[in-house]
């Protein structure tokens, strides 16, 4: 098939996020309000803050906020991640990030499969937040096999999905007919199903072992259990929530509020009780819920240890998970730790402490040939011939995706894992390494940097 026939892996994205955000919507009406409220604030936001406005504008951010979102699925079995990854691949999603959540007692490990270059996450920013199931977590020998054999049956994509990924693999892409027919076969992996493949009672005893793992081994499919989208002010969204009937966690995972937004800030509102028919009898199960994040700057592996360092001692600080009863004290903790982070983005630029992006100026750009015209990064920015605008931190955080999971799945389904974080066991299943999500923004800083400096003085 010739190259011109093919549709960019950009396109297909962006197409599959538009489909599954339409499937969410369908299925999920409290998914359609959340999306409304967030759509009324970000108007007020960019109107009340022109800055901010002009800032986004400039960055292209402006376009892609409306169709930003991420979302989350949980798998089985090696096989299936192999094959989510090569599914993923189509559209130009790469696994980025090693996340472990056993030591917050959630039996998985993750990675968030995502667009990796800066004009491709333009086009399309869609995430998706990946978690395997981690059965040798299951103690009881005889419920640990009843779940793999459960699993073994099991076939997550239809035969045109895999037929596609093998076509695409082969041919180096799709032509426009057939991604749309990929579009839709893929998106029934990810489609919620009311039947269960278990009895009652078997459910009951793979819930009683965790939550999750009912959630994960009971069902064909493993459903896409939220999308997220952004929000330019979290707070204001997550005070206007109750108001729409949705009711959100106890608080906001991320830093605390601040002038300079850096990484990620979500929140979340319980997952929905949902009728389920067993093998046996009818029942329910609860698994989809909504969320919204805002995303700040990018932080260097620095602000990163920085960041940590801050968060951990707030929490140490708190003695106890953040919940309803202590949440006005978390918030207080985390505010006063987080003084120590500085908060305008001149700062956190010199210390070294986030990523930015270099843009040149129409000014620089005017002087360009001018023998005055300054060569050196501090003073072109120092002239006005390059801009400096924040990066955004395009991924996720443990501690808050452990908070996420918590509130959904209920404190009851907190367990202690001994375990330690197995990143090559990971790997080996997923069938590929996870890219660095810092190495990303290093080099997205860098293209930048070279970029500037070839326009104004190349
Ligand atoms: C994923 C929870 C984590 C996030 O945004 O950090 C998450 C899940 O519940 O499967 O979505
Ligand atoms: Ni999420």
Avoid at 156 to 174: M, S, V
Avoid at 220 to 230: D, E, S, V
Avoid at 328 to 341: E, I, S
Wanted: proline share 6%; hydrophobic share 40%.
């Amino acid at each position: 098939m010739p190259a011109s026939a093919q549709v960019s892996p950009d396109e297909i994205r962006k197409g599959f996020s538009k489909a599954m955000s339409e499937m969410y919507r369908a299925e999920v009406p409290l998914y359609g309000a959340l999306m409304e409220l967030v759509a009324q604030v970000n108007a007020q936001t960019l109107e009340a803050d022109p800055r901010l406005a002009q800032h986004l504008q400039r960055t292209g951010e402006i376009q892609r906020l409306d169709m930003e979102r991420h979302g989350a699925i949980r798998l089985g079995t090696a096989a299936e991640l192999a094959t989510i990854r090569r599914l993923f691949a189509v559209m130009g999603m790469q696994p980025v990030g090693y996340y472990d959540l056993t030591p917050a007692g959630v039996p998985v490990h993750s990675t968030a499969f995502r667009a990796v270059h800066e004009s491709a996450l333009q086009t399309s920013p869609f995430r998706v937040f990946t978690s395997l199931l981690r059965l040798e977590l299951i103690e009881n020998p005889d419920l640990r096999a009843f779940a793999e054999n459960a699993l073994a049956k099991r076939s997550i994509f239809t035969p045109g999905a895999l037929a596609l990924i093998e076509q695409a693999e082969r041919d180096g892409g799709l032509n426009a007919e057939d991604a749309d027919e990929f579009i839709r076969q893929a998106l029934e992996t990810f489609r919620w199903h009311h039947t269960a493949t278990v009895t009652a009672a078997q459910y009951q005893q793979l819930s009683d072992q965790h939550r999750l793992i009912a959630d994960v081994v009971a069902f064909k499919g493993p459903h896409i259990n939220h999308l997220t989208p952004r929000t330019l002010d979290i707070d204001q969204v997550q005070a206007a929530m109750p108001g729409k009937g949705i009711t959100p966690k106890a608080v906001i995972e991320g830093p605390p509020p601040r002038q300079c937004p850096i990484l990620l800030r979500q929140t979340s509102f319980k997952a929905l009780d949902e009728p389920i028919a067993f093998t046996d009898a009818q029942g329910s199960h609860s698994a989809r819920f909504g969320e919204i994040e805002q995303r700040g700057v990018a932080l260097t592996p620095k602000g990163r240890a920085l960041y940590d360092r801050l968060l951990n001692a707030a929490r140490d600080e708190l003695g106890a998970f953040p919940n309803e009863a202590n949440a006005a004290r978390y918030g207080q903790l985390m505010a006063h730790h987080f003084q120590a982070f500085p908060d305008t983005y001149a700062q956190l630029r010199e210390q070294g402490l986030a990523y930015f992006r270099y843009l040149a100026t129409a000014q620089g750009l005017a002087a360009r040939g001018n023998p005055a015209q300054p060569r050196t990064l501090p003073e072109l920015i120092d002239a006005g011939h390059i801009d400096v605008e924040p990066l955004v931190y395009e991924d996720f955080l443990p501690v808050s995706a452990a908070g996420i999971f918590q509130s959904n799945l209920g404190d009851a389904a907190q367990s202690h894992y001994t375990t330690n974080s197995n990143q090559a066991e990971f790997e080996k299943a997923l069938g590929s390494p996870t890219i660095d999500e810092l190495k990303l923004y290093g080099e997205t800083q860098q293209r930048s940097v070279d970029e500037c400096m070839r326009e104004l003085l190349g």
